[in-house]
């Protein structure tokens, strides 16, 4: 079987995760075009998978016009940037791995799902944790019927104090006007997710969330007028310090996440000039941010069964979420990496590592990034999407879940998605 030839649509961090899969794969996939308007970014990747000179575009529009000469796309593009080139490329004939969110609307989620269908196409969205070693055993003793059915589940994304404060309060996550609600653009993940494990429709749901923490109103007092950490006399007492946080990482020798977020050239010189004057150093009861710093969605499922899940600011960093299933014969307790499962008749309890807990050995998301990809290339060379776990109906089913929960959290209702 000939190689499944790839386009890579935005060869950013994702574009280019997804894009070196292909380098260890080279009889299953081929990249054979990329479409990057920042030039280093174009020609490092370019370099790296030997993509003739021919075949680079600096913007998805130029790829587009052309005839079709890849087999599929990976859009990973920006979230805003989603619908377009997905839309036009599927009416190429091109199959899409697409990023999620699908698009930061759902009008244009509707809109890519209709013109899929219309074309006919393969359609994989970023859901990576759905093919997680974790998920698939977590599967596999759901569906063997151990636990008995499913009744309901409790999840838990523990973002971590110091995680929230870089990325929601201080970075590009902080501001709807510039991103998007929390819940889309940190737990599209969850709801999707949810739905998989609980194998039913949604029928209705109901949300609460607030901006409780972050605000100028919760400020110190000792804090005073300071605008910037290091300028603070609090800022040896405060759990949200930016010096201690990036300065102590670098002081251990990391240089990477979130460090290189603050500058390029992650030296201390170069991390305190930033933290004087920019915004990863400004204080987080002074940022422009205004998404929730905690949020509950609560879920009828068909059937009566229930499930609940919470998103805060206010944790520990975790590895990945928390999450409990309550069956009628046993329950299970898993953390993204081990499973604990209780059977009710025997009292037993068994605990299970599946095997996800390095990602120098899976990947990025807990192998899930690698294991997307592999399904994806599969379902393209099979013309099949039998090898992937949600389709463009479930998909925009639980991008509805997300969407119909903030409507439910503004309005103060309880949302029937039935009707
Ligand atoms: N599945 C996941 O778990 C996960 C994790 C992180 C991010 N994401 C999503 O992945 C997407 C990409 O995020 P990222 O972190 O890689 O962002 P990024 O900024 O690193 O990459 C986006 C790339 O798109 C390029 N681009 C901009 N305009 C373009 C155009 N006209 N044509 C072609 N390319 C263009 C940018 O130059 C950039 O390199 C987002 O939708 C994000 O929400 C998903």
Redesign the pocket.
């Given at each position: 079987m000939k190689p499944v030839r790839l386009l890579i649509?935005?060869?950013?961090?994702?574009?280019s995760t997804y894009a070196r899969w292909a380098i260890g794969q080279p009889e299953r996939a081929r990249v054979v075009g990329i479409?990057?308007?920042?030039e280093a970014?174009r020609t490092r990747l370019a370099a790296d998978l030997g993509v003739s000179a021919d075949r680079l575009f600096t913007?998805?529009r130029e790829a587009a016009a052309r005839d079709r000469f890849a087999d599929a796309a990976v859009v990973?593009?920006?979230?805003d940037?989603?619908a377009e080139p997905a839309l036009a490329l599927a009416e190429k004939g091109y199959h899409l791995l697409l990023?999620?969110p699908m698009a930061p609307r759902e009008a244009d989620c509707e809109r890519i799902v209709a013109g899929v269908k219309r074309a006919g196409v393969l359609l994989a969205v970023?859901h990576?944790l759905l093919y997680t070693p974790f998920t698939r055993r977590l599967r596999e003793v759901v569906d063997s019927g151990r636990v008995g059915e499913i009744v309901s589940l409790d999840r838990l994304e523990a973002v971590g104090w110091w995680h929230y404060a870089h990325s929601y309060v201080r970075g590009n996550w902080r501001n709807e006007s510039t991103s998007s609600f929390l819940l889309l653009t940190k737990a599209c993940?969850d709801l999707d997710w949810i739905r998989y494990v609980m194998g039913e429709r949604c029928e209705s749901l109901a949300s609460f969330g607030s901006l409780r923490h972050f605000r100028r109103d919760q400020k110190p007092a000792a804090a005073g007028d300071a605008r910037h950490c290091l300028e603070c006399s609090f800022e040896p007492q405060c759990p949200y310090s930016a010096p201690r946080l990036y300065l102590t990482m670098l002081g251990l020798g990391w240089q990477g996440w979130p460090v290189s977020v603050v500058t390029d050239d992650p030296t201390e010189e170069n991390v305190r000039a930033a933290l004087s004057t920019g915004r990863y150093g400004r204080c987080v009861y002074e940022s422009d941010n205004d998404v929730v710093d905690n949020q509950v969605v609560i879920l009828r499922f068909a059937g009566g069964k229930t499930a609940s899940f919470t998103v805060t600011a206010f944790s520990e960093y975790a590895f990945d979420r928390k999450t409990r299933l309550f069956g009628t014969r046993g329950c299970i307790e898993g953390d993204g990496v081990k499973l604990r499962v209780t059977d009710f008749v025997t009292s037993q309890t068994e605990e299970i590592d599946t095997g996800s807990a390095d990602p120098a050995q899976v990947g990025g998301?807990g192998g899930g990034d690698l294991a997307l990809m592999d399904a994806f290339v599969s379902a393209v060379a099979q013309n099949s999407p039998t090898p992937l776990l949600s389709g463009p109906d479930e998909t925009l089913e639980s991008h509805r879940m997300v969407f119909a929960a903030e409507r439910a959290r503004r309005e103060h209702r309880v949302i029937d998605l039935l009707r």
């Open positions: 649509i935005g060869a950013g961090d994702r574009g479409a990057e308007p920042v970014r913007d998805w990973a593009t920006l979230d940037q989603h990023e999620k970023g990576v993940h998301h």
